[in-house]
């Protein structure tokens, strides 16, 4: 079976310090990833997705960028953070056949 | 991609049915209709996804009519642990989904 891992699930992190986030994913092959963000009491805002290894598209412009060095690891990193960038970050795949999507347990980062 | 409307909230008892209708009045035929679950500090959960007419699992059922431009989640005798934010859906695949706020369902004792 399929499963999605994220770490750390909590982070606290001073402004301007430099973010890592990682998601990998077990069982599948090739999937769509995505990277979403979801601020306290909102629905999820698409950051990233990918369809490949080296393939990243960007849905918004911000302070964070995304990696796919191998197929099933994405990486969320940025170099400064802002205190905007306080939020609850999941992860997911994409699984073409059944059309959905498969959340991870996500990280909450505290910017302060 | 689709726009979906739902109610912002709903409240309900133990025991009782819970129906949440989502607008799509912009959906296209190759759309399908899904709805996810979220618990607080976790990621949504896939519940049920349906084209038309009507899907029924073990969690949920999809009411769809002909039109397609709306779609009702039904949660048959609704407990504690139901309680949770509700998101409708509607896309080709899973590609680049939109979550909007979602519907808060609280179920009381």
């Known amino acids: 079976s399929q499963t999605i891992h994220q770490w750390p699930a909590t982070l606290v992190q001073p402004v301007g310090s430099p973010l890592s986030l990682e998601c990998t994913v077990e069982?599948?092959?090739?999937?769509?990833l995505y990277w979403y963000r979801q601020a306290a009491g909102r629905g999820l805002q698409l950051l990233f997705y990918?369809?490949?290894?080296?393939?990243i598209s960007s849905e918004v412009p911000q302070n964070l960028s995304a990696s796919r060095p191998q197929d099933r690891q994405f990486i969320l990193s940025s170099k400064k953070l802002l205190l905007s960038d306080s939020g609850f970050y999941l992860c997911?795949?994409?699984?073409?056949?059944?059309?959905?999507?498969?959340f991870g347990p996500g990280t909450r980062l505290l910017v302060l | 991609l689709a726009k979906t409307t739902q109610p912002i909230s709903m409240d309900s008892y133990e025991g009782q049915e819970v129906n949440i209708t989502c607008s799509h009045n912009?959906?296209?035929?190759?759309?399908?209709i899904t709805w996810y679950q979220q618990f607080p500090s976790q990621g949504p959960r896939f519940i049920i996804q349906?084209?038309?007419t009507k899907v029924t699992n073990e969690v949920a059922s999809l009411f769809i009519p002909a039109d397609r431009k709306s779609s009702t989640l039904s949660l048959p005798r609704v407990s504690l642990s139901d309680t949770a934010v509700y998101y409708c859906?509607?896309?080709?695949?899973?590609?680049?989904?939109?979550f909007g706020a979602g519907t808060t369902v609280t179920v009381r004792a």
């Open positions: 349906g084209y038309k």
């Open positions: 912009n959906i296209a035929t190759n759309d399908y």
């Open positions: 990918s369809v490949g290894i080296g393939q």
């Open positions: 997911a795949w994409g699984d073409l056949y059944q059309e959905t999507q498969y």
């Open positions: 069982g599948t092959s090739n999937p769509n």
């Open positions: 859906l509607v896309g080709e695949g899973d590609y680049k989904l939109s």
